[in-house]
Nanobody, 126 residues
């Protein structure tokens, strides 16, 4: 049973930083793409960032490009989302997700991901 657990959310001031973690159990992230999504109150869940199955390619939504960085640890059991220069509009519940098939290309499409964490809240004050 694959499980994902996010952590690292909290309250930050505009311009500040937070680092989110997504830890997996049941299997490692080796050869599996991982994505980060977020959902603000009253809005649809949206793509934030993703890291490919190799860990060498990353993808970002235009709204976070240049401010957020997704990475994977060498043990391949944790994926991080480093968030810098935070803005109030980054306030949302953040979710990590992983695909079910090896070597599946990282995607911005929610339906491509089979496993989801419970989310971690990020609140950015102005």
């Amino acid at each position: 049973q694959v499980q994902l657990v996010e952590s690292g959310g909290g309250l930050a001031q505009a311009g500040g930083s937070l680092r989110l973690s997504c830890a997996t159990s049941g299997r490692t992230f080796s050869n599996y793409a991982v994505g980060w999504f977020r959902q603000a109150p009253g809005k649809e869940r949206e793509f934030v960032a993703a890291i490919n199955w190799s860990g060498r390619s990353t993808y970002y939504a235009d709204s976070v490009k240049g401010r957020f960085t997704v990475s994977r640890d060498n043990a391949e059991i944790t994926v991080y989302l480093q968030m810098n220069s935070l803005k109030p509009e980054d306030t949302a519940m953040y979710y990590c997700a992983s695909v079910a098939r090896k070597f599946y290309t990282a995607s911005h499409v929610m339906n491509d991901y089979s496993y989801w964490g419970q989310g971690t809240q990020v609140t950015v004050s102005s």
